[in-house]
């Protein structure tokens, strides 16, 4: 073998090594890193299997379950699959305060790991943003008047 | 005649020219009839007139607020200020893609005209090939994302653009800034595709070759850097880079393209690497059009997805055939990139540049992994996942040491062989600074490896490059006795490229200790206060001084007056402009925020206001600290400086001597 060809076999066996080393440990990585999208009901449906993992829970905050603690920012609310009473509803607890879209009923997304207690805790809330433009239906922007309650009341 | 059918009277005149340029251009190419370029370059220049004028007829349309035409009605509003008129061109899916159509026309009317008497006989193919993708752009203009559509009963006013577009001022210029540079990779492809086709690789085509990737690498860095800026001064979460797909696939190319400015070196000098510089070229530009169709056909529910269309399968196609084209190419014209020449040694020059760009190629990797992978769980299991910022966090910081890293050794290096004694000679001081950095940092009180070792390899690097770049023009001034500015100015342009390659290297310094610090000692603080409250983040207090309120014609606004402390009592009032507020656009049901930003050169403070209670006169916010964040914005000037060192174009002076291997061409022209 003439030591051109030698030399590149070495040097093709060395990037192969390398390529899959990193492959290897990069889709390791990632299984590790995982975040998965989840409602309420499919998340409960995991049992055990959900405990600890990175989740993005997704769902509807329900009317009169939000407390809200000013004092050390502690805050407690239940998330629902839908508006529906028979749907399945999982406690979330948070230290953060609420975006000011926050409110009962609202879409919310939030991410954080459900545990054993049956708590879910986060760090991150999303109110379901919908930027997208939607025609005025009745009369009025959707949501006008929630908005001038904000930006009006004294 | 109206506004809709002159803009789409245009678009179709582009287009036909696109195509008439793109048929004429590779057949008369690949028949090697070199008689027909000039046709191809008439065509080509009224592609780009065409696409030129259609933009400028839909300024018109946008400043007059004539709702007929569809795009105007989506994006415009008579409350909406001038400059966001105009910007609102490229606000939504419809006008950037017609946006992307005058650039595209612009790039290709320079290139063409600045070759157009001195050029190699690919010209025509590579025109050719720049054609067919103005072609495509154009026909995505004309058909799936046509924004002329006329409307015959028009309403008297519209939504106005995107209210985060509208939020800052530098949505003014970042998206025109990352245009220019996904764009721009249409050229090099164009390049590299023609000669591959004509099968005349010789040197001619690489000068042009590395000056046009140099010219969209520079934009889109700045464009990028630009983006992060505005996510950080307007989203208002507190970060500039979240591995968001929109933000991967602006970064891909970037990578590719960075790897491809380092390894066409090792092509000029040692006339190896030659397939896998090609194979970068083309690469960069799919990835512009890949990143082009993450973020244009919503396919990722990002932040970034408010222009979903059904422009995707169009998207999907065209990929797919530039796949295919590509490796088709290299396939058969893979028996002329063979190396002329033996890498030598690890340790050596090209060594170092070899290990780069395995190094580049990996963040890739790492990168478009992470961001296809949801794609792929969805579309074979179903399941909805997104990949956590930690997976990028975790896989890019040993690959970005690693490249910081190189960046000190490189240059340090001879080509060919190193003799050992002297790189332990070069390397001392470098070095022993580098060392004392780290220590004088950790004496200061900084802990963690991480920030310890960027900050370590940061001044190891820097006095590399410093010395690189002042070695030359101190010996000037001792043997040829010239004064320090004459000295540095002739080293400089006696070797324009590698100077300005290292001022562009202490711009990727500072950027990267400015994540380094940024990310390992920022401080976060949360909490609702009182009306004359205070609390603290870091060593600075921050007092609420009441809500304010106020109106404009295109948004109300709410901010929460502040008072900010700094460790020396001194206080920054925070009541006009600068008070972090939120939005109330009338298009948007949400809030948008604008956070309060103090920049100083070793730290950013930075208050976002999360919410208020106009009754109980109380506000809650979140706090940042980030210490030398602003340093990724101020190394713009330095990578642009760089750049512009680089490709300032040298002055014709002694005829090429008689050793230099004889060129097909006229040399220095493609």
């Given at each position: 073998?003439?030591?051109?060809?030698?030399?590149?076999?070495?040097?093709?066996?060395?990037?192969?090594?390398?390529?899959?080393?990193?492959?290897?440990?990069?889709?390791?990585?990632?299984?590790?890193?995982?975040?998965?999208?989840?409602?309420?009901?499919?998340?409960?449906?995991?049992?055990?299997?959900?405990?600890?993992?990175?989740?993005?829970?997704?769902?509807?905050?329900?009317?009169?379950?939000?407390?809200?603690?000013?004092?050390?920012?502690?805050?407690?609310?239940?998330?629902?699959?839908?508006?529906?009473?028979?749907?399945?509803?999982?406690?979330?607890?948070?230290?953060?305060?609420?975006?000011?879209?926050?409110?009962?009923?609202?879409?919310?997304?939030?991410?954080?790991?459900?545990?054993?207690?049956?708590?879910?805790?986060?760090?991150?809330?999303?109110?379901?943003?919908?930027?997208?433009?939607?025609?005025?239906?009745?009369?009025?922007?959707?949501?006008?008047?929630?908005?001038?309650?904000?930006?009006?009341?004294? | 005649?109206?506004?809709?059918?002159?803009?789409?009277?245009?678009?179709?005149?582009?287009?036909?020219?696109?195509?008439?340029?793109?048929?004429?251009?590779?057949?008369?190419?690949?028949?090697?009839?070199?008689?027909?370029?000039?046709?191809?370059?008439?065509?080509?220049?009224?592609?780009?007139?065409?696409?030129?004028?259609?933009?400028?007829?839909?300024?018109?349309?946008?400043?007059?607020?004539?709702?007929?035409?569809?795009?105007?009605?989506?994006?415009?509003?008579?409350?909406?200020?001038?400059?966001?008129?105009?910007?609102?061109?490229?606000?939504?899916?419809?006008?950037?893609?017609?946006?992307?159509?005058?650039?595209?026309?612009?790039?290709?009317?320079?290139?063409?005209?600045?070759?157009?008497?001195?050029?190699?006989?690919?010209?025509?193919?590579?025109?050719?090939?720049?054609?067919?993708?103005?072609?495509?752009?154009?026909?995505?203009?004309?058909?799936?994302?046509?924004?002329?559509?006329?409307?015959?009963?028009?309403?008297?006013?519209?939504?106005?653009?995107?209210?985060?577009?509208?939020?800052?001022?530098?949505?003014?210029?970042?998206?025109?800034?990352?245009?220019?540079?996904?764009?721009?990779?249409?050229i090099p492809f164009g390049i590299a595709a023609g000669a591959l086709l004509r099968g005349e690789l010789g040197d001619a085509w690489l000068v042009p070759l590395r000056k046009w990737t140099l010219v969209p690498w520079i934009f889109l860095s700045v464009g990028i850097i630009l983006g992060s800026w505005w996510a950080y001064a307007v989203l208002g979460w507190g970060g500039y880079w979240a591995w968001d797909p929109v933000e991967n696939a602006s970064f891909m190319p970037w990578l590719t393209a960075t790897a491809f400015m380092h390894s066409t070196m090792v092509l000029e000098k040692k006339k190896s690497l030659k397939l896998w510089t090609i194979a970068l070229a083309l690469a960069s530009f799919i990835l512009t059009i890949v990143g082009t169709f993450m973020t244009r056909s919503g396919v990722f529910n990002s932040v970034h997805s408010f222009t979903q269309s059904d422009i995707g399968p169009t998207f999907l196609v065209f990929i797919g055939v530039l796949l295919v084209f590509s490796t088709l190419l290299l396939a058969v014209r893979g028996h002329m990139l063979v190396a002329e020449s033996q890498l030598g040694s690890i340790v050596s020059r090209e060594?170092?540049?070899?290990?780069?760009?395995?190094?580049?190629?990996?963040?890739?990797?790492?990168?478009?992994?992470?961001?296809?992978?949801?794609?792929?769980?969805?579309?074979?299991?179903?399941?909805?996942?997104?990949?956590?910022?930690?997976?990028?966090?975790?896989?890019?910081?040993?690959?970005?040491?690693?490249?910081?890293?190189?960046?000190?050794?490189?240059?340090?290096?001879?080509?060919?062989?190193?003799?050992?004694?002297?790189?332990?000679?070069?390397?001392?001081?470098?070095?022993?600074?580098?060392?004392?950095?780290?220590?004088?940092?950790?004496?200061?009180?900084?802990?963690?490896?991480?920030?310890?070792?960027?900050?370590?390899?940061?001044?190891?690097?820097?006095?590399?490059?410093?010395?690189?770049?002042?070695?030359?023009?101190?010996?000037?001034?001792?043997?040829?006795?010239?004064?320090?500015?004459?000295?540095?100015?002739?080293?400089?342009?006696?070797?324009?490229?590698?100077?300005?390659?290292?001022?562009?290297?202490?711009?990727?310094?500072?950027?990267?200790?400015?994540?380094?610090?940024?990310?390992?000692?920022?401080?976060?603080?949360?909490?609702?206060?009182?009306?004359?409250?205070?609390?603290?983040?870091?060593?600075?207090?921050?007092?609420?001084?009441?809500?304010?309120?106020?109106?404009?014609?295109?948004?109300?606004?709410?901010?929460?007056?502040?008072?900010?402390?700094?460790?020396?009592?001194?206080?920054?009032?925070?009541?006009?402009?600068?008070?972090?507020?939120?939005?109330?656009?009338?298009?948007?049901?949400?809030?948008?925020?604008?956070?309060?930003?103090?920049?100083?050169?070793?730290?950013?403070?930075?208050?976002?206001?999360?919410?208020?209670?106009?009754?109980?006169?109380?506000?809650?916010?979140?706090?940042?600290?980030?210490?030398?964040?602003?340093?990724?914005?101020?190394?713009?000037?330095?990578?642009?400086?760089?750049?512009?060192?680089?490709?300032?174009?040298?002055?014709?002076?002694?005829?090429?001597?008689?050793?230099?291997?004889?060129?097909?061409?006229?040399?220095?022209?493609?």
């Amino acid at each position: 073998m003439k030591p051109e060809t030698r030399n590149r076999l070495i040097a093709l066996g060395a990037i192969l090594v390398a390529g899959s080393a990193l492959a290897w440990i990069a889709f390791g990585n990632i299984g590790e890193n995982l975040v998965y999208y989840w409602k309420p009901s499919e998340m409960v449906a995991q049992g055990q299997k959900a405990y600890g993992a990175t989740v993005r829970l997704g769902g509807v905050v329900v009317p009169g379950s939000v407390l809200f603690n000013t004092e050390h920012t502690a805050l407690t609310f239940q998330v629902a699959d839908s508006h529906k009473g028979d749907a399945v509803k999982v406690t979330v607890k948070s230290e953060q305060t609420p975006p000011q879209m926050f409110r009962e009923g609202i879409g919310v997304v939030v991410e954080g790991a459900f545990s054993a207690d049956q708590v879910f805790r986060t760090n991150r809330l999303m109110v379901n943003h919908s930027n997208e433009y939607r025609a005025p239906t009745d009369g009025g922007m959707p949501d006008e008047a929630w908005k001038n309650s904000l930006t009006k009341a004294e | 005649m109206n506004l809709s059918n002159l803009g789409y009277g245009l678009v179709l005149l582009g287009l036909l020219c696109a195509a008439f340029a793109a048929i004429v251009g590779i057949t008369t190419g690949m028949m090697r009839k070199e008689s027909a370029l000039p046709l191809v370059q008439k065509a080509i220049y009224g592609f780009a007139a065409s696409m030129l004028g259609a933009n400028l007829v839909m300024v018109y349309a946008l400043l007059s607020h004539d709702f007929s035409v569809k795009y105007v009605a989506q994006v415009g509003s008579l409350s909406t200020p001038t400059i966001f008129t105009i910007v609102s061109l490229w606000s939504a899916l419809e006008g950037s893609i017609l946006f992307w159509g005058a650039i595209m026309g612009a790039y290709i009317f320079a290139f063409a005209w600045t070759y157009r008497k001195e050029h190699g006989r690919y010209m025509q193919l590579s025109l050719g090939v720049m054609a067919a993708v103005a072609t495509f752009f154009a026909f995505l203009i004309a058909g799936p994302a046509n924004p002329w559509t006329h409307i015959a009963n028009p309403l008297a006013d519209g939504p106005g653009p995107n209210p985060l577009l509208q939020n800052h001022v530098l949505m003014i210029i970042h998206p025109p800034m990352l245009y220019l540079g996904y764009v721009g990779m249409t050229i090099p492809f164009g390049i590299a595709a023609g000669a591959l086709l004509r099968g005349e690789l010789g040197d001619a085509w690489l000068v042009p070759l590395r000056k046009w990737t140099l010219v969209p690498w520079i934009f889109l860095s700045v464009g990028i850097i630009l983006g992060s800026w505005w996510a950080y001064a307007v989203l208002g979460w507190g970060g500039y880079w979240a591995w968001d797909p929109v933000e991967n696939a602006s970064f891909m190319p970037w990578l590719t393209a960075t790897a491809f400015m380092h390894s066409t070196m090792v092509l000029e000098k040692k006339k190896s690497l030659k397939l896998w510089t090609i194979a970068l070229a083309l690469a960069s530009f799919i990835l512009t059009i890949v990143g082009t169709f993450m973020t244009r056909s919503g396919v990722f529910n990002s932040v970034h997805s408010f222009t979903q269309s059904d422009i995707g399968p169009t998207f999907l196609v065209f990929i797919g055939v530039l796949l295919v084209f590509s490796t088709l190419l290299l396939a058969v014209r893979g028996h002329m990139l063979v190396a002329e020449s033996q890498l030598g040694s690890i340790v050596s020059r090209e060594g170092s540049i070899l290990l780069n760009n395995l190094v580049f190629a990996a963040i890739t990797f790492v990168v478009l992994l992470g961001t296809l992978y949801p794609l792929i769980t969805e579309g074979l299991l179903h399941k909805k996942i997104t990949v956590g910022e930690p997976y990028f966090n975790q896989m890019a910081l040993p690959l970005s040491l690693a490249t910081l890293f190189l960046m000190g050794v490189g240059p340090m290096l001879p080509w060919g062989v190193a003799d050992p004694k002297v790189i332990q000679r070069q390397a001392i001081i470098p070095g022993a600074v580098g060392l004392l950095v780290a220590g004088v940092c950790f004496a200061f009180g900084f802990r963690g490896w991480m920030p310890l070792t960027v900050f370590g390899l940061s001044g190891f690097v820097v006095v590399v490059t410093l010395r690189e770049l002042f070695l030359p023009a101190q010996q000037r001034m001792t043997e040829q006795k010239e004064k320090m500015f004459t000295a540095i100015f002739v080293s400089a342009s006696r070797a324009r490229r590698r100077f300005g390659g290292y001022v562009v290297h202490l711009g990727i310094v500072a950027i990267m200790v400015a994540v380094a610090a940024s990310s390992a000692y920022k401080i976060h603080n949360t909490g609702t206060l009182k009306l004359g409250e205070s609390m603290k983040i870091g060593e600075y207090s921050v007092r609420f001084d009441g809500l304010d309120r106020g109106k404009e014609p295109h948004r109300e606004w709410i901010a929460a007056k502040l008072t900010l402390t700094s460790p020396g009592g001194e206080e920054t009032v925070h009541h006009g402009s600068s008070a972090p507020r939120m939005n109330f656009y009338e298009r948007s049901n949400d809030p948008i925020g604008s956070p309060s930003v103090t920049e100083m050169i070793v730290r950013d403070v930075y208050v976002s206001l999360l919410s208020y209670d106009v009754k109980a006169n109380t506000a809650s916010f979140n706090m940042w600290i980030f210490p030398m964040v602003g340093w990724i914005w101020y190394a713009i000037p330095l990578l642009v400086l760089g750049t512009l060192i680089a490709l300032w174009p040298q002055r014709k002076q002694k005829p090429v001597p008689a050793t230099a291997p004889v060129a097909e061409v006229v040399p220095g022209a493609p």
